[in-house]
Every structure is written in C-alpha cells, then in structure tokens.
C-alpha cells in the first residue's frame, strides 16, 4: 500500500466515523483537539498545585471511563506522586459527585479530621460497583521511574495486547495489536519525579523517557 493509499484509507475510516474522538468533558478543548485521540502524545505543564493531575484524571481518565464503559481502553498509570489508592479514592469522588451531586473530599473519605458519617458511607458504598467495574481497565505504577523501567514495562506489557514483528527480512520491526480497536493510555505523572540513572541529568532523564514515549506512539499508535 502506497502513502497514497494510507492518506485515502484514513479519509474512508473517517467517513465511517473510525476517526471521531472520545469526549473528555470539555467540549471547548474537545473542539480544538477532536477529543480524547489514539496516536496523541500530549504534554501538560504548569506551577506546582495548579491542578495538572486533576485536570488529567478527569478528562483523559474518569470522563473517559464514565462515559464509554464498553470500549477497549487500558490505562498505563505512573503515578509518581501518589499512591494507588489515592488515585482510586480521587475517581471514587468524581463518580460520587457526578452521580449524586455530593461533594467529598480525600480528607473526608479517609476519616482524617472526624470520622466519616453514615450519609457520606451510604454513597460510597453504593459507588464501589463501579469502581470494581473500571478497575481491570487501570494498570496502575506507584514506585520509582526512569526512563529504563519505563520503556522495560511498556515493551512488556504491549507484548500482551500484540505482536513485535521483523519485517523486510529484519530491517524493520513493526507492531501488530491484537485489537486495531484497543486504546492504551499512557499516563506519566509527573515528569519532574523521574528518578535518573546512568549518569543522566534530571532533564536527560525526562528527554529520554520523552523519547521513548514519540517512539511507542509511532510504532504502536
């Protein structure tokens, strides 16, 4: 297949509607983006506490999970700067709030201040359906990141949903998933807790891991 014949390939899945993007919640940067895409690497910078983690946890991640349940989407989470389970708690809270209308916070949620209320504990117990209906689709890292491990983890857990193939007898590798539909979202939070190794700079560290991100997009979409 000619470059041509890609260009015009892509134009007849677009018709189809292959190529529309998943809404994210905020249909103004929906506008301007096409919404949450496949083969999109994206970058999301600001002060420190100026709400780049809630940003992405509701857009590209509880949005997503909320309002299309039957698609084929893992997300690939590094969270660097929390746990697991606050990130699970974080999502608890949108679902909550979103379905009920009620306002919790993390402190609230783990008793920090006073213990939490039976009211509170009714809407919580209630929303670990869906909790437990999403949580196949997270695949959650919570330690320590370079851009090593991070390429290690990727390659491996791409061989799960695909296949790395030599092709033109060895002289280029390509990739082929098992599901052309499957969307894996990768999420690096953030970039400034990249640990560095090998003698490379803090921002050696982040290029690298940057690389190695145009890299999987490239050749796995």
């Known amino acids: ?7 015009y390939s892509e134009i007849d899945n677009g018709r189809e509607g292959r190529n529309l993007g998943l809404k994210t919640g905020l249909p103004k940067l929906d506008w301007y983006t096409g919404g949450f895409q496949k083969g999109v690497y994206k970058l999301i910078f600001g002060h420190s506490g100026s709400g780049k983690s809630s940003f992405v946890i509701y857009s590209d991640l509880y949005r997503i999970l909320r309002d299309y349940p039957d698609r084929d989407i893992v997300y690939v989470y590094f969270s660097l700067e929390m746990s697991s389970k606050v990130l699970l708690a974080k999502l608890l809270n949108l ?9 919790i916070s993390y402190m609230t949620l783990m008793s920090v201040r006073e213990k ?37 983890n990727m390659k491996e857990l791409l061989k799960q949903w695909g296949t790395f193939q030599d092709i033109d007898e060895g002289r280029r590798n390509i990739y082929i998933p098992s ?26 560290e982040i290029d690298q891991t940057s690389r190695y991100c145009v890299y999987f997009r490239e050749k796995c979409g």
């Not at 909550?96 to 009620?102: A, E, F, K, L």
């Not at 052309?180 to 050696?204: E, F, M, S, W, Y």
């Open 1 to 7: 297949m000619s470059i041509v014949d890609e260009l």
């Open 95 to 103: 679902y909550i709030y979103d379905t009920y209308g009620i306002e």
């Open 116 to 152: 939490l209320s039976d009211k509170y504990y009714k809407y919580i117990q209630e929303s670990r359906v869906w909790l437990n209906s999403i949580i196949h689709k997270l695949i959650i890292f919570d330690k320590q990141l370079s851009s090593n491990t991070f390429y290690g």
């Open 179 to 204: 599901n052309p539909d499957k969307i894996i979202n990768v999420i690096i939070d953030h970039a400034g807790l990249l640990t560095p190794v090998d003698g490379r700079t803090k921002k050696q």
